[in-house]
């Protein structure tokens, strides 16, 4: 129940900030005589295909493969270390272009909506290495791994995992599409 509270908070949190960011747009204070960072569209690739992966977490699980599992959360969290990466690269490319934290105010509210989206995903990424970790020290014991598959507690911190990145990838989706109108 509290995940689900904290992504309600968090939607509202992104909700709020994603309105002063259009409500700051202003004809002479427009985003739109400048480009978006390419680095943020290749983010956006990366956090969809997070997307495919993560949805098999659950049920690899369920099938009691706990290998594939582990592989999927794995490559999930890969890709979400290379949006992070692509998303700090689309900073620098904000800045490079003259979009900084101090000049236009919905500058300014790009990264701050970028940079919270990263914030509740570095707590994910944290959370899936310590479930990574969990089922790689369980994975060369063979009661250690039975135990894991039929705790049903494992299973729903798996769930809540994938749920919650599948809500930071829908975020990220609806920032990434509000700054293409934007722009």
């Known amino acids: 129940m509290l995940i689900y509270l904290a992504m309600i908070s968090s939607g509202l949190v992104f909700l709020f900030l994603a309105t002063a960011f259009v409500l700051s747009q202003s004809a002479a204070n427009s985003l739109g005589q400048y480009q978006i960072p390419k680095s943020f569209i290749i983010s956006s690739f990366m956090i969809i295909g997070s997307a495919f992966v993560s949805a098999d977490i659950v049920p690899s699980f369920l099938a009691n493969n706990l290998i594939k599992t582990k592989r999927n959360l794995g490559y999930t969290l890969l890709l979400g270390i290379f949006f992070t990466f692509f998303q700090f690269k689309g900073w620098q490319e904000l800045a490079a ?5 101090t000049g236009l105010p919905s500058g300014s ?5 970028s940079g919270i989206h990263l914030f509740h ?12 970790l969990l089922l790689h020290n369980s ?13 049903p507690y494992e299973k729903m911190r798996l769930e809540l995992f994938s749920i919650y990145w599948k809500f930071m990838d829908i975020v990220w989706l609806i920032l990434f599409g509000l700054f293409l109108w934007v722009f």
Do not use: P
């Open 121 to 132: 995903l570095a707590g994910a990424i944290i959370y899936g290495l310590i479930l990574l």
């Open 109 to 113: 509210f790009l990264y701050l909506l």
């Open 139 to 151: 994975e060369k014991d063979q009661v250690k791994s039975l135990v894991i598959l039929t705790n």
């Open 97 to 101: 272009s003259g979009i900084d934290f």
